[in-house]
């Protein structure tokens, strides 16, 4: 730990600048825990404060309760990962913890992954990518022979400081002459492809593993008009019969090979009206008020606007929240309503559907009332078109 911050702060070299960390946290098991402790944070001989007085480094938060101890399924704390279940235990614990520290959106996280068991260093990593945002950093320290490994080493010490080999042939070496340095680690972050219920809670690490993993699955959409349910990136869920038709008449314009729309278009009021009478009732108040909006009630037509900018880019907006909401922002992006060709002589582009015809399919081309069979539906109250 020490030789990563002194790497870090001191030996960064241009064009990178020198990266103070404000915090330290770090993970390890009880027994490596009391080591800290006691080698690094003792009050009169602590190598972490030592560190800081020998190159005037500014107050950096690390104290006992930074340590995050392992724990086994009972709560104890772990000396050693020795069965599966511990193995299991340290990826939910240092994913709790990657998880935590990347909420704070002003804050920047390096993450080392020296130390501890391999498994450790490898879980460690894979958190980062689940999380990880733009701004984080992963790395590995490296360190010369023969300092590296070496007990009695910490980091490169401004002045002369001798340290001893192991017996039986040991010999004197100066800390001063080490060479620490970072190997920085790129790696995926995934962290788009997560819903955002993953972002808060205690999901566990083969949990949000198996979200990821469903982030980049072969494009496939299926909308089921009985039920106003869409399947897209692995996820099944309902929309709002108005936000359904809509999404559902772009959807077939897609898998016909048919253009994109615009809300001046002719006939589009019609079009939509239509998609949205085979969900709800003809005689529902919510097919009324959309043929009142859509100016096609021969009773209230004079109250009508037809498709507008106003009614149309709020229900696109809506769409793309909900398609957010239950497939993070990676695995949605396929599958929100985006701007397609430019239509000719105006500044103005259609919008559709950019996806392949073959990966759409639409359940039944009759739809029955879904009451009558019972299926899921979104209960929310119904909004005005």
């Known amino acids: 730990m020490t030789e990563t911050v002194y790497a870090l702060a001191v030996a960064s070299a241009p064009p990178h600048r020198p990266f103070i960390p404000t915090e330290v946290r770090l993970i390890t098991t009880n027994e490596r825990a009391e080591r800290a402790k006691l080698s690094l944070l003792h009050p009169q ?12 480094l500014p107050s950096i938060a690390f104290e006992p309760e930074h340590i995050h101890v392992l724990e086994d399924a009972d709560g104890r704390p772990l ?23 990347t909420r704070d959106d002003d804050g920047a996280l390096h993450v080392s992954i020296v130390g501890g068991r391999k498994t450790m260093g490898f879980y460690l990593g894979y958190a980062l990518s689940l999380y990880g945002r733009e701004q984080d950093r992963l790395s590995h320290v490296l360190v010369s022979l023969p300092y590296e490994s070496h007990r009695e080493f910490f980091y490169p010490t401004p002045k002369s400081e001798l340290i001893h080999s ?21 790696f995926v972050r ?16 083969s949990a949000v593993v198996a979200v990821a993993q469903r982030a980049l699955p072969p494009l496939g959409l299926k909308l089921d ?48 009206l239509d998609h949205y009478g085979r969900i709800v009732h003809q005689e529902s108040g919510g097919y009324e008020r959309a043929e009142q ?41 396929s599958y929100l309503v985006k701007p397609l060709d430019p239509i000719p002589g105006t500044r103005y582009r259609r919008f559709g559907l950019d996806l392949p015809p073959d990966v759409i399919r639409i359940a039944g081309d009759k739809v029955t009332e879904p009451e009558e069979f019972g299926v899921i539906r979104d209960d929310r109250p119904e909004e005005q078109s």
């Open 45 to 56: 001989s602590g190598w972490f404060h030592r560190l800081r007085a020998d190159y005037a």
């Open 79 to 101: 000396c050693d990962i020795g069965t599966p279940e511990d193995n299991t235990r340290a990826a939910d614990t240092i994913t709790d913890v990657v998880r935590a520290l």
């Open 166 to 186: 192991s017996e039986p042939n040991s010999r004197p070496y100066d800390a001063r002459d080490a060479v620490v340095t970072l190997a920085k680690i790129p």
């Open 190 to 205: 995934l962290r788009e492809g997560l819903n955002p219920g993953l972002m808060e809670g205690t999901a566990s690490f």
């Open 225 to 272: 008009p009985a039920s106003q349910m869409v399947s897209a990136g692995g996820e099944s869920f309902t929309i709002k019969p108005s936000l359904f038709a809509f999404y559902w008449m772009l959807a077939e314009r897609a898998r016909r090979g048919q253009p994109g729309v615009h809300w001046s278009d002719t006939g589009i009021e019609r079009e939509l």
């Open 293 to 333: 909006a859509y100016g096609l009630c021969a009773k209230h037509s004079a109250y009508g606007r037809g498709l507008t900018a106003e009614n149309v880019n709020p229900t696109k907006s809506h769409i793309k929240r909900e398609l957010e909401r239950r497939l993070g922002r990676r695995r949605a992006a």
